[in-house]
């Protein structure tokens, strides 16, 4: 299982993403799931990736190498190549429905699950930064400002942060922050979702530098983090009062 969120505010966006894999008492394993499908110096393209890896690993070699072209004798269909983040989503689409609908029956016939879905975030040229939810099929939706995020993986141990702490009008900070501590409610959760962490922060200011950081399993910023909300929550249950058919 895994557990990836973005989150789009008026000040940029955040994409985190865990890396693990499979969770037992002697079965853990590592492997990314936050990739940057496109960089150069008009565009930043980023997923992170749920479901089957063999599927998703598929999907990124095919957008690398590129998809065939509409018509004959044009060059194959990267993203260095699109004009927008819409055409972008339209190309990640095309090619998550094709690659599952090629290995999906082989694999449906060892009883293995071949669903993927993606996030797919950033921004081509001088346009806003956009954020997508790219489903199984190849269909997707857009983030917007009145809901600032979107989630795949196990989402909901961590959807409840988000709902009461993240806006529009939230600072890029403090979006982090608020990643951080669903991530954190995450984990406490569910054995699946773990450490290390990958992050990825853009400014909706072009001119200001991209942040990509890996939190590792001993992160002090956020073992400290987890401490402090822990505190924070038993305290503030501590504070409202009993209730009163109790008394």
Not at 173 to 195: C, P, Q
């Amino acid at each position: 299982m895994t557990y990836c969120c973005g989150m789009l505010v008026e000040d940029g966006l955040v994409m985190m993403a865990d890396t693990r894999t499979n969770a037992g008492v002697d079965d853990i394993s590592v492997y990314r799931k936050l990739h940057i499908l496109c960089e150069a110096p008009d565009r930043i393209i980023v997923a992170c990736a749920s479901g089957n890896l063999s599927v998703t690993q598929l999907v990124i070699s095919r957008l690398e190498e590129g998809l065939a072209p509409l018509q004959e004798g044009d060059p194959p269909r990267t993203l260095a190549g699109v004009g927008s983040m819409f055409q972008a989503v339209e190309l990640v689409g095309e090619a998550v429905a094709a690659a599952r609908k090629d290995v999906g029956r082989a694999l449906s016939a060892e009883n293995i699950e071949a669903g993927v879905s993606l996030l797919l975030g950033g921004r081509v040229g001088d346009n806003k930064l956009r954020l997508y939810l790219i489903y199984s099929a190849g269909n997707f939706i857009e983030c917007h400002s009145d809901a600032p995020f979107l989630q795949i993986g196990e989402t909901k141990y961590g959807k409840p942060i988000l709902d009461r702490a993240l806006q529009w009008n939230t600072a890029l900070d403090e979006a982090v922050k608020v990643g951080l501590i669903s991530f954190d409610s995450t984990m406490r959760s569910n054995l699946a979702v773990g450490r290390p962490l990958d992050v990825i922060v853009i400014p909706g200011d072009g001119k200001k530098p991209i942040i990509r950081r890996r939190i590792g399993v001993d992160d002090p910023y956020f073992d400290d983090l987890s401490a402090r909300w822990s505190m924070l929550l038993g305290e503030s249950r501590a504070i409202i009062p009993t209730p009163p058919f109790m008394q």
